[in-house]
């Protein structure tokens, strides 16, 4: 274990760093204070150390908050963002003091949490607690695997920090272990953690639940660690960083002895200080006591703005050396530099498609997880920024591009991720690459497991970040493993995410269409739901609506047999879809005429005009919708003229095809429920 204490000096600042951290002490408490709601206490304890950060070390332009080259910084201890937003604020970010006063009201750029896209400056939404620090790992994982793709000797054109500010709410969260151990693995060097460690959660001291050595731990992960006993002391943290950026090859983590609500006479050092403004009395009380004008509120000296307006010039003039080397390094090599910026920009490179297979039917049976990692194989080596893997899944999710090597510390330039067993630190790395920008970055785990990575994923569909996800075993058919591994209300769970777009196809061409669709994607993650199972090849000369069909998210695959209105529509998706076709066969042979509807995403066919959906679903069909999944989202989604036969209970432990036949996926069940529903609106036209 490495870990050096900073031994600091007594705290006794110069007068002008102990303004600029009073300014954005006060600027947080009045903030909270005006919208009475809000965190006063990490602020009013943790601006010393960020100003130690944004003050020392950080390297922003405020004037140009997207710079590829910029170091990035994370709060992920969200609910402390008052003080993220009086940094913006403050050092030039176009964040005019309005929108602080305006904090936590409707239209503000100044959220209840920091919100991506929301807020100049803020690089990635944070608030659940530890997302923050393992989106940090992989914006750290983002800058190496750029630096060693574009680096060139005497060219360090990717050449930057990740910062990432935790509470104990953050390292008490199983994420931080998963995030750290991996970081620790990957030997991320440029990675920097200041950790608030100022013992009060909600419920009181941090005694009452969170007494090991964290230090240890991470320095077990195989992290550098440092201690800083006085916050105040903005030149032991200013030191302590120092320290971190030297060290080469280990992530670094700081924890600074802060004192939540530092400063306040009765809320100091207490868990009050924590989630609620001070109060109109000990706001007065705190600003007497530390020697602030206690009015006007959002007094902000002019010494100190001057001050913190110099991150103008120093930004701009390190962003203008940046290009400068850009230009050089353009010189020496264009395409490279061509290429940098096409990834950066999330551009698709001509002929990305090119190499996608065809399946055929008389190439038999196929999973669609097969499938789709033929798919990967094809997008590999034409699209160098793909990027992932899987939770300890890889063989059966088919996650892995052949030839792209490991990404390891050995080698950064690898493309196939290994992220252990750790699904909530997959969805959040995979959130923090494409924060980063750079990369298109994909995970892959059994569906099932989504159950442990729902935070990033629904922190992803938030950012609107272009995400992959590979989710392979995706329902009872998967058999043996039996219900626990048997994913029901997880189609249902992730549908309900709003502007995550869950794509179940039904076969392989519809894999690689669905593929299409999620590469497409710029804005917005895509889950793709996978077979364990072998399924037949929907044959192109046979449904060649496949490849328009799917980014639609639901069509025509087969209509009824005589081409006119069918008497009853089967909606299905994934494998089911060829239950819906055999049925639609059988009942042929019965005399009744039925359409077969592939739905390979809810979400895409809602959002498709009303002609086209009518013309797809027309008014007064009846409905049989079948889908190895929880029903619920089903009967509300298409309204009353529907059977579905879904699955609304646990599965259970048997050879796939078994599971599904007792849960009535049969060619008999379905027909009888298309007889059932029919029959049923017969009998309602002969009462009316
Ligand atoms: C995953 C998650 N669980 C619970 C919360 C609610 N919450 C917000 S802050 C907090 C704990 C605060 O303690 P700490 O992290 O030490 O922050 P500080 O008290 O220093 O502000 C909790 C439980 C959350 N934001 N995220």
Not at 224 to 244: K, Y
Not at 376 to 391: D, F, N, T
Request: proline letters at 7%; glycine letters at 10%; aromatic letters at 8%.
């Amino acid at each position: 274990m490495s870990s050096s204490a900073i031994l600091s000096a007594p705290i006794a600042l110069p007068a002008l760093d102990e303004l600029c951290v009073n300014t954005l002490r006060f600027l947080a408490v009045d903030m909270v204070q005006k919208a009475n709601s809000g965190h006063p206490g990490l602020p009013m304890g943790s601006a010393s150390m960020a100003y130690a950060l944004w003050d020392r070390s950080l390297k922003f332009n405020p004037r140009d908050p997207r710079w590829p080259d910029r170091d990035r910084f994370v709060l992920s201890a969200g609910h402390g963002c008052a003080l993220q937003y009086a940094l913006l604020h403050v050092t030039g970010y176009d964040l005019p003091l309005e929108d602080l006063k305006r904090f936590r009201q409707w239209g503000s750029r100044t959220p209840g949490h920091p919100e991506f896209g929301k807020t100049l400056g803020v690089e990635a939404t944070t608030g659940p607690l530890g997302q923050g620090l393992a989106n940090g790992v992989g914006m750290a994982i983002a800058e190496v695997a750029l630096a060693a793709r574009f680096n060139r000797p005497g060219h360090r054109i990717v050449d930057h920090y990740t910062y990432v500010l935790v509470s104990d709410g953050d390292l008490e969260e199983g994420i931080s272990s998963e995030a750290g151990s991996d970081a620790g693995h990957q030997h991320l060097g440029k990675l920097i953690v200041l950790y608030a460690d100022n013992h009060i959660t909600i419920e009181g001291s941090t005694e009452l639940t969170f007494t090991e050595d964290r230090m240890a731990r991470f320095a077990a992960f195989g992290w550098h660690v440092q201690r800083v006993e006085r916050s105040n002391d903005v030149d032991a943290v200013a030191l302590a960083l120092q320290n971190a950026r030297e060290e080469s090859g280990r992530p670094s983590m700081i924890a600074v002895r802060t004192h939540i609500g530092f400063g306040s006479p009765h809320k100091q050092d207490t868990a009050a200080a924590h989630g609620e403004a001070l109060g109109v009395e000990e706001v007065r009380l705190t600003k007497e006591g530390m020697g602030w004008p206690v009015e006007p509120a959002f007094h902000i000296p002019e010494e100190a703005l001057e001050h913190f307006r110099r991150a103008v010039a120093r930004g701009t003039s390190a962003q203008a050396e940046w290009e400068s080397r850009f230009k050089a390094y353009a010189q020496q090599y264009p395409d490279l530099a061509a290429e940098f910026q096409r990834v950066i920009d999330r551009r698709l490179p001509k002929d990305w498609d090119a190499e996608l297979p065809t399946f055929r039917a008389a190439d038999g049976p196929m999973a669609t997880r097969v499938a789709s990692g033929k798919v990967i194989e094809a997008l590999g080596p034409r699209l160098p920024e793909m990027m992932g893997g899987s939770a300890d899944l890889g063989p059966s999710t088919h996650t892995h591009i052949d030839g792209a090597g490991n990404f390891e510390p050995e080698n950064w330039a690898g493309r196939n991720m290994h992220f252990g067993i750790r699904e909530n630190a997959m969805g959040a790395i995979l959130n923090g690459m494409a924060l980063h920008r750079g990369l298109i970055p994909y995970g892959g785990t059994f569906f099932v497991f989504t159950d442990y990575m729902r935070p990033p994923m629904r922190l992803a569909a938030m950012d609107a970040l272009p995400v992959i996800y590979v989710f392979t075993h995706d329902s009872i058919g998967m058999g043996e493993d039996g219900p626990t591994h048997q994913p029901v209300e997880q189609l249902l769970g992730l549908r309900s995410i709003p502007g995550m777009v869950v794509l179940r196809p039904a076969d392989a061409n519809e894999t690689v269409a669905a593929w299409r669709v999620a590469i497409g994607r710029k804005k917005g993650p895509v889950a793709l739901v996978l077979t364990r199972q072998g399924l037949p090849v929907l044959d192109l000369g046979s449904f060649p609506g496949i490849p328009a069909g799917v980014p639609l998210g639901g069509y025509i695959l087969a209509d009824s047999p005589a081409g006119d209105r069918p008497e009853i529509i089967f909606i299905a998706t994934g494998s089911e879809v060829h239950l819906a076709l055999e049925g639609r066969d059988r009942l042929a042979t019965e005399g009744v005429e039925a359409r077969v509807v592939s739905m390979p995403s809810t979400n895409i066919f809602s959002f498709q005009p009303d002609a086209y959906r009518e013309k797809v679903l027309p008014t007064g069909v009846p409905l049989l919708v079948i889908e190895a999944g929880a029903s619920l989202g089903w009967k509300s989604y298409v309204g009353a003229q529907i059977a579905v036969i879904g699955v609304d209970t646990f599965g259970a432990s048997a050879p796939g095809p078994v599971v599904m036949q007792h849960y009535g996926f049969t060619v008999e069940n379905v027909c009888k429920q298309a007889h059932a529903v029919l029959d049923r609106l017969k009998e309602k036209a002969s009462c009316t």
